[in-house]
């Protein structure tokens, strides 16, 4: 099968090797040749080569920066302005006298041709030169020069793009804008509105370029300002300045940034940047080749903090004060090259934020992937949510090695964002870099409310602020997943609005809301304890005891009970409904050779577990003669993790290597037990392996398992350390040639360490590939004699795609002894499950985890699983809490949140949602009855949630809240309806029928499949995406589905076929009209017959397979532009070179002439005509409050439309024009009753009561609510 490169949903991760080299305290004169990178030592002479030449430094920016401020009196804003100037000017001044002899030099090189190029820089006093190998090694001669690296090439790694559909509208009626999830995530549209009446802020973006020409981003230039041009665009790559050409995108990455920063969806008149006040200016490092090089990034970051035009005077004055920085990569960067930059930024006044970085197939995340330069203190880093506010697996994590900082410091959502690319066109990405601009635009909304902030103001209140977030792995705020949490723009223009420059944030108008939310429920579930005791210990280290808890309700309390002592034990992965629990022992507080132990779980309504009491044996160390077969038990091995400390560059000798062990969140990785899954067992049936029942995808980075301690002090002989292992880390494929993880032993020398956390562990000995069955290893410890050590067997990640296929590592049989002593096992008693003893029962609440939103902020959080905690921040007021739950009925709360103070809200009950009735009567044009198919959907959710056949249609048990209902059938046009459920109700719906054209098929267009595609991608939807102007009526679906070469026969198999609705305004997949499992009938075409579906605009025919050998068909002869995959919730284009085999059967539909009404809003008594508003046939229209002036002495009490009653929010389906008059009341009467039973039959106007005529009767349908309440028993 043709492939095309894959292009990975990601940052553009640019891994930036640079050479080792640290300015960090005094520099020492350096020996000639260890200035030299290999790349220039290796050269031919007379080769040219391209290298930065990094000099002394000896500026300190910060210094600068203070001294300044202590002798500065004026306003904020201009003091910044000065502080930068002198750091530009004095990094100049530096670079000036320090680069004078070293460029004469060069200089005299470039009359003799031996030096091609050469550019001076003075944010990191350097220079970039091109040059001959020997020219290079007499420039480094000079004691002015510390080291001298290559000018490294570096690729662009470029998002997967989902092609943004043409959108179907159901009704051209004027509504309000729509507003992004992504906005609405981070409560956007409230902060706009905050500061809309100030300035909006100059943002600076490093990119692939910026394309001026799109209307959703071009007003917002700096630019546009003829005096400002020439410092509002570089193009490092060419070296052109704003003066001299317009900004121009050499990919769509940078396009796609400023639009989610600052710009406006100009073709659906939606929300869609962060701030859209802001102005933008911009620089390109990335190539039309998708390539940037160490010198570009320099000219960059130089430009930025003081830029200038192609007359090259500088203005600091212009600069930004914040700047997007959408790539980075790489985990080490020995020369502080970037570091240094991001201080001289910050101390200029501007604040860098960086994405976080994208795991991807050939370069995996995990704990501590975020890389350079978001892995430095200096810059501010984002982590990627999706649309729950989970953190997405691609997205990079802490910690940090070059700081204790968390990072990522913030999360903001980075998956399916819709935003600009070139060409005029919208499109929706994926990655930390899509949420790295919407902290930038925070940051813009931030300085339009408060222009004086400093970035480190700006940092601290972007922390403060944000809503904290956590997960079964990050269980506490703030931790290295999500930083602080999600970026909350509300609360942080709230909180920059009055602060004052260069002081302490000042949050004391912030108030802090906290509480609980339960539901009334008896409680007769006790906790339920589990887990493998502990039979013996090694005490010279702490000691770890843990323990599974699961309750329905929630788990209040777990504690250890050793020798009497009780101990909390802390959950540290997993919830409060089902979490691991650990209690961590200091060796010091065990002084018998024998104790017992307990565990003991309570829950939230006092429900308490006792598990049955083990004994538990302390050991000082093991000897030689030691052996464990694990039949009967694996004591005193504990599970970890570990980080490369080793700071040089990395080495591919694995003995140079240094670890370091964690015992945080990473338990249970490792298993002991008998394998269901991967080898037969080497003896007996019991290993220590990764996962024991499938393959290890789950399994974390640098998962490792550690021996108890080994004494080897009074040994003098010759030890070995030997084992049985089967290995199968390729993938599935044990016999490939390629590896995916690597398997290694490793060992700590012990001397007064107080902890194993404080030894160094080296890699002895690696495993790649497979081991192709079991493998016996011997390796010597003679290295160790006289000594005390650790083994740590770890497993370190590679390529988490490829993973889902392989076994793992499985261990059995180790033992340490000298050649031929006898083996003892350490067997005090066979391991046994934890297991529940007793019971006590209590209580009648169940904690829920519910949406806690203030209304008139949108500022919203969830209350905790197993525990319904939340807490809010949220400027000081009164405002009105609504707490929802899906299947409760939804309650508002009024609360003062009393500014700095904790505000403790009482508990909040939910009553349970006992359902609701929905009955729908289908009527046709001339009040008859119409049997017709009815879907229901939640209303944001794309999946069908029940349908119905019938003219008299009944739903119960319905939850309240917003629904979709899809009308459809032989012969009619299908409806689609809005309703807001709650109580029960009735919906009379009018049909009209359609007018059938040819018939006709959409999708793939040939007959013979040369390829087939997805035989290896089970549980994965493919699909052919087509452009659509009409409205059409399927039938049928058609796909060609063929075998593999393992399979004869694939009649009987089972998939499932689809059709989709094109893209919502969010870009993201439409609902999914029809979906059914089917079987293989044969290899070829196989057809299936559908019930009659319309659609109206782009549609998807998908499929699916569950498991089998065969896939779709594929006609590599023809473009694959139709051929879509479901990626992260959204439709990608296909990776697989050719067109996807699907069709669809049906008819176009003569569309209706009359396409749109007018509806006449009129004041009722005067009858005069207030305003027109224009809505689609049919459509839902949802009637709004008054928006004109009332009569005199009158108040408004409704609308009425044809006689009937209404209140502003029920809806209407006018199918003619209608006028809608305003009722009015007397100050002192009463209102119109919202609950008014309207008539399933509105009267018929005589006029079209005469059939004889011929005249097509018009009928509006409308949404009544009946009078109902809920009781719960």
């Known amino acids: ?155 662009e790694k470029k998002e997967e793009p989902v092609k943004k559909q043409e959108l179907r509208a159901f009704s051209t009626r004027s509504v309000q804008k729509h507003i992004p999830w992504n906005l609405k995530a981070i409560n956007a549209i409230e902060a706009q509105d905050y500061v809309k009446e100030k300035e909006g802020a100059v943002v600076a973006i490093i990119d692939s370029g910026v394309d001026y020409n799109h209307p959703a981003i071009r007003d917002n230039y700096r630019g546009n300002n003829p005096t400002l041009r020439a410092y509002s665009w570089y193009d490092a790559t060419k070296n052109k300045f704003g003066d001299q050409t317009f900004p121009d995108d050499a990919g769509s990455h940078g396009t796609h940034v400023c639009g989610t920063i600052l710009g406006k969806n100009t073709k659906t008149d939606s929300y869609m940047g962060v701030a859209p006040d802001a102005k933008w200016i911009a620089v390109k490092i990335f190539n039309e080749r998708g390539e940037t090089t160490t010198d570009y990034i320099i000219r960059a970051c130089e430009w930025i903090m003081a830029p200038y035009g192609s007359d090259g005077i500088k ?86 090695i070059y700081t204790d900082k968390w990072k990522p410091d913030i999360s903001a959502p980075g998956v399916n964002i819709l935003s600009s690319i070139p060409g005029q066109r919208y499109s929706v990405y994926s990655g930390t870099s899509m949420a790295a601009p919407h902290v930038t635009g925070v940051v813009a909304l931030m300085l339009q409310a408060n222009p004086n902030l400093n970035a480190n103001q700006i940092e601290d209140i972007l922390d403060k602020t944000a809503t904290p977030l956590t997960d079964d792995n990050f269980i506490s705020s703030p931790n290295h997943g999500y930083g602080y949490g999600k970026v909350n723009a509300y609360n942080a223009v709230r909180l920059a609005e009055k602060q004052k420059k260069d002081t302490a944030i000042d949050d004391k108008e912030m108030g802090f809301l906290e509480g609980n939310v339960y539901t009334s429920a008896s409680d007769d579930i006790k906790p339920e304890i589990s887990g493998i005791a502990n039979n013996f210990i090694v005490n010279t280290f702490d000691s770890f005891f843990e323990a599974k808890v699961k309750d329905n309700s929630g788990v209040k309390r777990v504690s250890l009970n050793l020798d009497d002592h009780i101990y909390d034990m802390a959950l540290i992965k997993g919830n409060y409904i089902n979490g691991i629990y650990r209690a961590r022992i200091s060796h010091n507080l065990i002084k018998s050779k024998k104790l017992k132990y307990f565990i003991e779980a309570e829950d939230v309504n006092g429900n308490i577990t006792r598990a049955d009491e083990k004994n538990l044996y302390i050991k000082n160390a093991l000897k030689t003669g030691y052996k464990q077969d694990f039949e009967n038990d694996f004591s005193g091995f504990k599970y970890g993790s570990c980080d490369q400390i080793n700071d040089s560059a990395i080495m591919t000798d694995p003995t140079t290597s240094r670890y370091k062990l964690k015992f945080d969140k990473d338990v249970n990785l490792w298993q002991w037990g008998e394998p269901t899954y991967g080898p037969e067992n080497k003896s007996g049936n019991k290993v220590l392996g990764t996962v024991l029942d499938g393959t290890y995808q789950k399994i974390k980075r640098n998962s490792s398992i550690i021996m108890p301690l080994v004494d080897l002090s009074d040994e003098r002989e010759d030890v070995r350390l030997k084992l049985d292992h089967w290995y199968d880390l390729t993938g599935g494929d044990k016999y490939a040639n390629f590896y995916i993880d690597t398997a290694e032993i490793l060992i700590a020398e012990v001397g007064d360490e107080k902890s194993e956390e404080d030894l160094t562990y080296i890699p002895i000995k690696q495993f790649k590939k497979s081991s192709k069955g079991w493998q016996h290893e011997d390796i010597s410890l003679n290295d160790y004699l006289g000594k005390k050590i650790s083994i740590m067997f770890k497993l370190e990640e590679g390529s988490l795609a490829l993973r889902k296929k392989s076994a793992g590592w499985y261990i059995d049989n180790i033992s340490i002894a000298r050649e031929g002593q006898a083996l003892e096992s350490i067997i005090v008693e066979p391991s046994e499950n934890i297991n529940s003893v007793e019971n006590y029962e209590k209580g009648s609440k169940i904690p829920l985890s519910a949406k806690i939103k203030v209304m008139e902020t949108g500022v919203e959080v969830k209350s905790q699983e197993g525990s319904g905690r939340y807490f809010i921040k949220h400027p000081a007021g009164h405002y009105k809490l609504l707490v929802e739950k899906e299947g409760f009925l939804p309650q508002e709360k009024d609360v003062i949140i009393e500014a700095g103070a904790k505000n403790h809200l009482e508990d909040i009950y939910l009553k349970k949602d006992l359902g609701n009735k929905l009955e729908i009567e289908i009527l046709d044009d001339f009040d008859s009855p119409t049997f017709a198919r009815v879907q229901i959907y939640k209303k944001d959710d794309i999946k069908e949630l029940y349908s119905k056949e019938g003219s008299k249609i009944e739903f119960s048990n319905l939850n309240i809240g917003k629904y979709k209902l899809l009308v ?306």
Not at 108 to 124: C, F, T
Not at 346 to 355: E, F, L, S, V
């Open 315 to 400: 203005r600091p004055d212009l600069a930004p004060k914040v700047i997007n920085n959408s790539w980075g990569g790489g985990k080490e960067d020995h020369n502080n090259f970037y570091k240094r930059i991001l201080k001289r930024w910050r101390d200029a006044g501007i604040i860098p934020i960086y994405a976080a970085g994208n795991a991807r197939q050939a370069k995996q995340g995990g704990d501590g992937s975020v890389g350079i330069p978001g892995s430095y203190p200096e810059a501010y880093t984002v982590g990627a949510l999706d649309l729950n506010d989970e953190l997405i697996d691609f997205s990079y994590r802490g910690p940090s």
């Open 968 to 1273: 459809s059938g032989d012969g009619i046009q299908t409806r689609e309806l809005e309703i807001d459920l709650k109580s029960d109700q009735k919906i009379q719906v009018r049909t009209k029928k359609v007018e059938y054209l040819q018939n006709k098929s959409w999708g793939y267009e040939g007959e013979l499949a040369d390829n087939l595609t997805c035989e290896d991608d089970a549980n994965r939807l493919f699909a052919f995406g087509i452009k659509n102007e009409k409205t059409l009526e399927l039938d049928e679906l058609e796909i060609y589905l063929t075998r593999t070469k393992e399979q004869d026969n694939i009649k009987g198999q089972k998939y499932k076929v689809y059709i989709f609705e094109g893209n919502n305004d969010d870009g993201l997949p439409g609902k999914i009209l029809y979906s059914t499992e089917k079987e293989c009938e044969k290899d070829g075409w196989n057809k299936i017959k559908i019930p009659k579906i319309q659609v109206r605009g782009d549609f998807y025919l998908a499929y699916k397979k569950d498991e089998g050998y065969f896939g779709l068909g594929l006609d590599s002869n023809k473009p694959f532009d139709n051929s879509y995959v479901l990626y992260k919730g959204a439709w990608n284009p296909s990776s697989t070179l050719g067109m996807y085999m699907i069709r669809a059967i049906g008819k176009e539909i003569n569309p209706q002439k009359a396409n749109g009404h007018k509806l006449y809003f009129k004041s009722n008594n005067i009858n005069r005509q207030e305003k027109v508003e224009e809505i689609e046939d049919l459509a839902a229209y949802k009637l709004p409050e008054l928006d004109f002036e009332p009569e005199i002495g009158k108040v408004f009490a409704g609308w009425t439309i044809e006689g009937k009653e209404y209140q502003p929010g029920d809806i209407i389906y006018p199918s003619r024009d209608m006028e809608i008059l305003a009722a009015w009341k007397e100050k002192d009467a009463k209102p119109i009753n919202p609950n008014t039973n309207h008539s399933l039959k509105p009267e018929v106007p005589e006029y079209l009561s005469k059939r004889e005529e011929k005249t097509v009767p018009i009928y509006f349908g409308m949404i009544s609510s009946s009078s109902s309440s809920q009781s719960e028993n």
């Open 1 to 155: 099968m043709k492939k095309i490169k894959r292009i990975f949903v990601c940052v553009m991760s640019l891994i930036l090797f640079i050479s080792n080299f640290s300015y960090a305290g005094e520099l020492k004169k350096e020996p000639i040749i260890n200035k030299l990178p290999d790349y220039v030592r290796k050269a031919k002479t007379g080769e040219y080569l391209d290298v930065i030449i990094n000099l002394k430094d000896q500026t300190d920016t910060s210094a600068i920066k203070t001294k300044e401020e202590n002798k500065l009196v004026c306003d904020d804003e201009t003091k910044t302005k000065i502080i930068r100037k002198e750091i530009v000017k004095n990094l100049e001044q530096n670079a000036k006298s320090s680069q004078e002899d070293v460029l004469e030099t060069i200089e005299d090189g470039k009359r003799l041709g031996e030096v091609k190029n050469l550019k001076s820089y003075y944010i990191i006093n350097s220079i970039h030169l091109v040059a001959k190998k020997e020219f290079i090694e007499k420039v480094a001669k000079f004691d002015e020069v510390y080291e001298i690296i290559e000018n490294k090439t570096i690729k």
